[in-house]
């Protein structure tokens, strides 16, 4: 299993930008997506989740929630975060997961598969 994440780079404060994530040795539209950061000297967080198959189904934390958005494109394999309203306290390496629990979903069960991530940084 892989979970290429990519698309990170340098944006100003109040800039977008898009990271992708994409999967491959998984049934794609099987699993739940997840969405973590983990800034310098700090630990893990988690950024936001997507549910299966349609991604109908989409939960934030509330540091994100309004500026950041999770999609999916199962034909690609691949699930997308866009941020929006970026600042410097976004600074992270972002990552992508896999789960086949709904439990995290909600941070309640730690996901099977796990990415290289890929940096976000803010800054002017």
């Known amino acids: 299993v892989q979970l290429q994440a990519s698309g990170g780079g340098l944006v100003q404060p109040g800039g977008s930008l898009r990271v992708s994530c994409a999967a491959s040795?998984?049934?794609?539209?099987?699993?739940?997506m997840i969405w973590f950061r983990q800034a310098p000297g700090k630990e893990r967080e988690f950024v936001g989740s997507?549910?299966?198959?349609?991604?109908?189904?989409?939960y934030y934390a509330d540091s994100v929630k309004g500026r950041f958005t999770i999609s999916r494109d199962n034909a690609k394999n691949t699930v997308y975060l866009q941020m929006s309203s970026l600042k410097p306290e976004d600074t992270a390496i972002y990552y992508c997961?896999?789960?086949?629990?709904?439990?995290?979903?909600?941070?309640?069960?730690?996901?099977?598969?796990w990415g290289q991530g890929t940096l976000v940084t803010v800054s002017s």
């Open positions: 997961a896999a789960s086949a629990d709904f439990r995290s979903l909600r941070e309640e069960k730690s996901p099977k598969y």
């Open positions: 040795g998984i049934t794609f539209s099987d699993f739940y």
């Open positions: 997507i549910g299966r198959p349609a991604g109908t189904f989409t």
